[in-house]
């Protein structure tokens, strides 16, 4: 191949501090309490609603009550400034434990000016359509 490079290496492509996650599925407020996730790793995206200690809570697209979000590693905490309480968006990758506390293992800030509407929008094209996101 033409301009291909021994070692597979782009140094173009964006480096990440992130780890790689397996494969996880995505839910909204109504999958994270309902229970059928309890005990499984799954991705919550939503606007960061309060920040405390080692705790954050964060509003989900979907309604209902907040995901409460807890960390373990200092440095997943660091992520939510509290600078972005009712402006930040962020996805947490981790496991939801059985009093519907999301245990962090990893964070990804999503930014101030991100559309929870449309983030609804494709988890519900998603769940109609598993085939498609898989």
């Known amino acids: 191949v033409v301009g291909a490079r021994r070692g597979g290496s782009n140094p173009t492509a964006p480096r990440s501090n992130h780890t790689t996650?397996?494969?996880?599925?995505?839910?909204?407020?109504?999958?994270?309490?309902?229970?059928?996730?309890?005990?499984?790793?799954?991705?919550?995206?939503?606007?960061?609603?309060?920040?405390?200690?080692?705790?954050?809570?964060?509003?989900?697209?979907?309604?209902?009550?907040?995901?409460?979000?807890?960390f373990n590693d200092a440095s997943l905490a660091a992520e939510f400034d509290a600078s972005l309480v009712g402006s930040g968006h962020f996805e947490v990758i981790g496991t939801l434990q059985g009093d519907a506390t999301l245990q962090a293992a990893q964070v990804v800030n999503l930014g101030t000016n991100f559309d929870m509407g449309m983030y609804g929008e494709m988890l519900s094209v998603s769940k109609r359509f598993p085939h498609m996101f898989a």
Do not use: I
């Open 21 to 70: 996650m397996p494969p996880t599925p995505r839910v909204d407020a109504t999958d994270y309490h309902s229970g059928q996730h309890s005990g499984r790793m799954v991705r919550v995206t939503g606007k960061l609603l309060s920040v405390e200690g080692d705790r954050a809570q964060l509003e989900m697209s979907g309604g209902g009550a907040p995901a409460a979000v807890v």
